[in-house]
């Protein structure tokens, strides 16, 4: 079926440091979505995506976040700076109508 | 916003034993998905099903949408069948942030 890929698989940086997560949605899908899922527990919104902006962001989207897709190219979350807090694994996910396809995730290490 | 109950929280199987995973919701869900989380954490989207029952091999799904509830029904389970199933919403038509139940942690036993 439809992949979503994200690069890189894993990724360890120092707190404060700046993080650029990258994501290949699926080619012809409009909608764009990062989840934040910290180890056990369930998966949370972070923001959405939609011909060039941002519709919809959840509380977890700090200031510290940023989104963009320049180009059609990678839909990118950036993280500056990272927080200790912001160690989970971050999922990118694309849509068209209906079902929605998420990437393998990002797993981001700050320490 | 939209709350997602789902039970059990785990569950402990024979193989070949059968399952039924509950999804609750509190609000209207136009869109609504059931995912499967391998124990990697790689997730895999196994059913988009806003309304009525649909089938794929061993797995069912049924939904009420005015009775606000899900079903995931796992016939003969299987080892491979163990990891965490997620049941995820959204109100809205267009763009749709899913808002994810904590899951259930299912483990088949050989």
């Known amino acids: 079926g439809p992949k979503v890929l994200q690069i890189p698989s894993h990724q360890i940086i120092d707190m404060g440091q700046m993080v650029t997560l990258n994501c290949d949605p699926v080619?012809?899908?409009?909608?764009f979505y990062w989840y934040k899922q910290i180890l056990g527990q369930q998966m949370e919104f972070l923001v959405n995506f939609y011909n060039g902006k941002v519709m919809e962001k959840s509380k977890l989207f700090k200031d510290q976040f940023s989104v963009e897709r320049p180009d059609g190219s990678y839909f990118t979350l950036k993280i500056q700076p990272t927080a200790l807090e912001d160690s989970a694994v971050y999922f990118c996910?694309?849509?068209?109508?209906?079902?929605?396809?998420f990437g393998p995730g990002t797993r981001l290490l700050v320490l | 916003g939209q709350q997602v109950q789902q039970s059990p929280a785990s569950l402990v199987l024979q193989e070949g034993e059968n399952a039924e995973l509950q999804c609750n919701f509190s609000?209207?869900?136009?869109?609504l998905q059931w995912f499967y989380q391998h124990p990697g954490g790689r997730l895999v989207s196994l059913f988009y099903n806003p309304s009525g029952t649909k089938h794929t091999g061993r797995l069912t799904s049924t939904t009420v949408t005015n009775e606000r509830r899900s079903s995931l029904h796992i016939s003969s389970s299987q080892t491979t069948d163990s990891g965490t199933y997620f049941c995820a919403l959204s109100p809205n038509t267009g763009y749709q942030n899913f808002y994810f139940g904590k899951g259930t942690s299912l483990t088949v036993i050989p």
């Open positions: 609000s209207t869900a136009t869109r």
């Open positions: 996910a694309s849509s068209g109508d209906d079902t929605q396809y």
């Open positions: 080619s012809n899908h409009l909608y």
